[in-house]
């Protein structure tokens, strides 16, 4: 939910263009300047990122980290370029934005720690669970690997083969 909540957020953010942000310029002096209205989105982001972060931490179950995934990555990767954009906007039209870029910069990194926090601790957990399960040969062997990757700090493909194996044990079960 939270993290449906920040998309929302960067996606109202994304929609200020640059002409729309230098049209603002043109209005009377009540209006807020670009960028006033800049430092405040960029707020915004930072606080959407924050509760992001946290949900994040709190996730346990595998599938919810697939699609925390599906929606985290993605939204990285188009803050970074917002922010990008944003310095562009800033060196052409003397914005003072320094600050809060450096601090959204400081929120995205907390996200993507948390991210990869996440999916390691839910890795380890699979793993743990899977050790205590009956398994065949192929599954002892993906498993292996999916040990291996975890101690040489590949979260994702440790958690990627612990998923299979644990896919591959509900599909046995269910076919009893």
């Known amino acids: 939910m939270l993290f449906a909540v920040a ?9 200020e263009k640059p002409a729309k942000i230098a049209e603002t310029q043109t209005e009377t002096q009540t209006e807020p300047k670009p960028a006033e209205g800049i430092i405040l989105a960029l707020g915004e982001l930072q606080t959407q990122i924050e509760q992001a ?4 931490k709190e996730i346990k179950e595998p599938q919810k980290v697939l699609e925390a995934r599906n929606i985290v990555i993605p939204f990285i990767e188009a803050t970074k370029e917002t922010i990008a954009q944003i310095e562009k906007l800033e060196s052409t039209q003397n914005l003072k934005t320094d600050n809060e870029i450096l601090a959204t910069r400081n929120s995205i990194d907390k996200l993507q720690s948390a991210e990869r926090l996440t999916l390691a601790r839910v890795a380890n957990d699979l793993i743990q669970f899977l050790k205590t399960r009956t398994l065949t040969e192929s599954e002892q062997e993906i498993l292996k690997n999916a040990k291996q990757a975890y101690s040489d700090g590949n979260y994702k493909q440790a958690f990627i083969n612990a998923m299979l194996v644990r896919q591959l044990i509900e599909r046995r079960d269910r076919d009893k």
Do not use: P, R
């Open 7 to 15: 998309i929302a957020g960067f996606l109202f953010f994304t929609n």
């Open 53 to 56: 972060t946290e949900s994040l």
